[in-house]
């Protein structure tokens, strides 16, 4: 299997995350606000991808930031 660069870490990660906590997050609040009713996984699915769109480019920008952060708080050996 070929292996992705390491310099595309960042973004990679960035897709990830951003993936799977707006895809987690949307359901959620679909089902807070909606419940589990009759259209549920269309309504789902435009809210990830609509929480998607924005939440990748800001985990792009915020990820680096917030591991500076951790790298200030946590100890080293």
Excluded: C, D, Q
Excluded at 37 to 56: D, K, M, Q, S
């Amino acid at each position: 299997m070929a292996r992705i660069k390491r310099r595309y870490y960042t973004l990679i990660f960035a897709l990830f995350m951003s993936f799977f906590m707006s895809t987690m997050m949307s359901a959620v609040i679909t089902v807070v606000n909606t419940g589990l009713t009759e259209g549920f996984f269309g309504r789902w699915l435009h809210a990830g991808l609509v929480a998607w769109v924005i939440a990748f480019p800001l985990v792009s920008v915020i990820a680096p930031v917030a591991h500076w952060i951790t790298r200030k708080l946590v100890e080293t050996e």
